[in-house]
């Protein structure tokens, strides 16, 4: 079974910095995708950003990047020029590709972000 | 296109009750799954259902039953409720099952005293 873990509980960063976020996981497939799910107090659960294990390149989208290291099954996010509404719950999240188990999303444990002036 | 939407929003049941969650998807998804978070255990994975079929199911006792309708429309129903059962249950909906990206609800916030 895959486990996804995120060993920091809590962050923080000033607006306008850079923060990095940790996730790394366990899996024996060799395909599979990796998503970074933002929480913010309101609940509900939107989507950062996403990455194909196949691919080599990190996915971007806007501010947000990923560190994607296959061989160290490490997945990082990196947020560029922090803002206020950067401040939520984030979770790593991986998925399989094969039928039967490609539904289901495992989770980590979650990172929360806070963002100071 | 409107995103995935789940009612009632929030809930308070009794033990013993039984309960049933609804979720719309974004139009044109055909896969609902649905998710469990609390404090204690994080997300959890409960369902999914694809083209009216149960395709995958997690750890969950036999009283947490879902199905789905022919608009892709789903529900899910937790029978004989418990203390434990308190948490915000998350649907999420994609276009198929493999691969693609999973767009969540707002979640039903269910309180069991």
């Known amino acids: 079974a895959q486990t996804v873990t995120q060993s920091q509980p809590e962050m923080s960063v000033q607006e306008a910095e850079t923060v990095t976020l940790s996730c790394t996981y366990d899996?024996?497939?060799?395909?599979?995708?990796l998503f970074w799910y933002k929480q913010p107090p309101s609940r509900q659960m939107i989507l950062v950003i996403r990455?194909?294990?196949?691919?080599?390149q990190n996915a971007t989208e806007n501010r947000f990047s990923v560190n994607f290291q296959k061989a160290a099954k490490s997945f990082s996010l990196k947020i560029s020029d922090s803002q206020l509404g950067d401040a939520a719950m984030y979770f790593c999240?991986?998925?399989?590709?094969?039928?039967?188990?490609?539904?289901?999303?495992?989770f980590g444990t979650g990172t929360r972000l806070q963002v100071t002036l | 296109k409107a995103g995935v939407t789940q009612t009632p929003r929030y809930l308070i049941k009794t033990r013993g009750q039984q309960v049933t969650l609804s979720c719309s998807p974004i139009?044109?998804?055909?896969?609902v799954s649905w998710y469990q978070q609390t404090p204690g255990q994080g997300l959890q994975f409960l369902f999914e259902?694809?083209?009216?079929?149960?395709?995958n199911k997690g750890n969950f006792p036999g009283r947490f039953s879902g199905r789905q309708f022919s608009n892709s429309r789903s529900e899910m129903n937790v029978s004989t409720l418990e203390l434990g059962d308190s948490a915000l249950y998350l649907c999420?909906?994609?276009?198929?099952?493999?691969?693609?990206?999973?767009?969540f609800g707002p979640g039903t916030r269910l309180t069991v005293t």
């Open positions: 990455q194909e294990a196949y691919k080599q």
């Open positions: 139009s044109g998804h055909r896969s």
């Open positions: 259902y694809f083209s009216e079929t149960q395709r």
């Open positions: 999420a909906s994609s276009l198929g099952w493999t691969g693609h990206e999973q767009y």
């Open positions: 999240a991986y998925r399989s590709p094969y039928t039967g188990t490609a539904s289901k999303l495992t």
């Open positions: 899996t024996s497939e060799s395909d599979y995708y």
